[in-house]
């Protein structure tokens, strides 16, 4: 940085070099998803994941209850053969 004391001007953080500005993205998802959900008792009816696999996203699925199981889908596939 100019100032003859050996610091760059960089960040003095042992950190790996990862900014502090960078949002950890469970922590973003368990706060302003995974929490207001819960408040408004839609914790159960919402299944809430996130991943982090070259970008970031994160997956919602609503009333899991009502997904059919493979083996209902199988039974009911070989009634129509």
Do not use: H, M, Y
Not at 9 to 38: H, W, Y
């Amino acid at each position: 940085d100019g100032d003859g004391d050996g610091d760059d001007g960089g960040d003095d953080d042992d950190d790996g070099g990862a900014s502090t500005t960078e949002l950890d993205l469970d922590v973003f998802v368990d706060q302003n998803i995974r929490q207001p959900l819960q408040w408004l008792g839609l914790g159960e009816l919402i299944e809430v994941a996130s991943f982090e696999r070259g970008k970031n996203c994160i997956r919602l699925i609503n009333q899991l209850g009502e997904i059919p199981s493979l083996e209902d889908r199988d039974r009911e596939l070989e009634g129509f053969q």
